[in-house]
């Protein structure tokens, strides 16, 4: 499953990143879409792409989708913590000129090695995000354990994730719309995923299907 998590990020990624942010590229050459060296991986994409695994993997195992999410939800806290640790040193995903004094100064991406300005740190906002959903989830499973309501963990992740990306995405850089533009491309996506995300998590505690594994399943393990 991590192996196909792993693809799903990147290949789904890839294709939201190129749709959604450099669309005239990808119409121009479709063969970009291969070239991984170039950069460009978006996150609402990869979201979407690692959802389709985790429903296929589900089924092919003939086990409870919402279950799936759930065992997977802390690593994937833990992926959007660190991959922003990643865009940090490669100069990406960089937030907006300001003049507090927390502010990181990239030279690369300013091309320019003198008086390059100062900018938000937003991977490092999106990283502490990261941190901050895992904490909240392990807790929350340690606290309910097996008497969670199933599901419980992963709308707690997406339910967290894409209103504190709306938020940070007020200090990034802009990206496909012009600058000054009332909101950004990530945060016209992350409306749609947040809404989800609260329904997700209502539907989930008052439905209140017991976490676990189904009878059917470790049955069909154990003799397999």
């Known amino acids: 499953l991590v192996f196909w998590c792993i693809v799903a990020v990147?290949?789904?990624?890839?294709?939201?990143?190129?749709?959604?942010?450099?669309?005239?590229?990808?119409?121009?050459?479709?063969?970009?879409?291969?070239?991984?060296?170039?950069?460009?991986i978006a996150s609402h994409g990869s979201a979407f792409a690692l959802l389709l695994t985790l429903w296929g993997f589900a089924r092919a195992k003939r086990l409870a989708f919402l279950e799936v999410c759930d065992r997977i939800a802390p690593a994937v806290a833990l992926a959007s913590m660190t991959v922003r640790i990643g865009n940090l040193f490669n100069s990406e995903v960089v937030g907006r000129i300001t003049d507090q004094s927390w502010g990181m100064r990239f030279p690369y991406y300013d091309h320019t090695h003198t008086g390059a300005p100062?900018?938000?740190?937003?991977?490092?906002?999106?990283?502490?995000?990261?941190?901050?959903?895992?904490?909240?989830?392990?807790?929350?499973?340690?606290?309910?354990?097996?008497?969670?309501?199933?599901?419980?963990?992963?709308?707690?992740?997406w339910s967290i994730y894409f209103p504190g990306r709306f938020i940070i995405e007020f200090f990034k850089e802009y990206q496909t719309l012009p600058t000054g533009a009332a909101l950004t491309m990530?945060?016209?996506?992350?409306?749609?995923?947040?809404l989800f995300g609260w329904a997700a998590l209502y539907l989930v505690v008052r439905r209140g299907v017991a976490a676990g594994w189904t009878p059917l399943t470790v049955t069909s393990q154990k003799t397999g």
């Open 118 to 157: 100062l900018r938000h740190p937003t991977q490092l906002y999106e990283s502490a995000m990261g941190l901050l959903i895992l904490v909240v989830i392990m807790i929350a499973d340690r606290k309910l354990g097996e008497d969670r309501p199933r599901g419980l963990l992963a709308a707690l992740f």
């Open 10 to 40: 990147f290949v789904g990624g890839r294709i939201g990143h190129l749709f959604f942010y450099e669309f005239d590229r990808l119409a121009a050459d479709p063969l970009v879409l291969f070239r991984f060296r170039e950069g460009g």
């Open 186 to 194: 990530g945060q016209w996506l992350s409306i749609p995923l947040t």
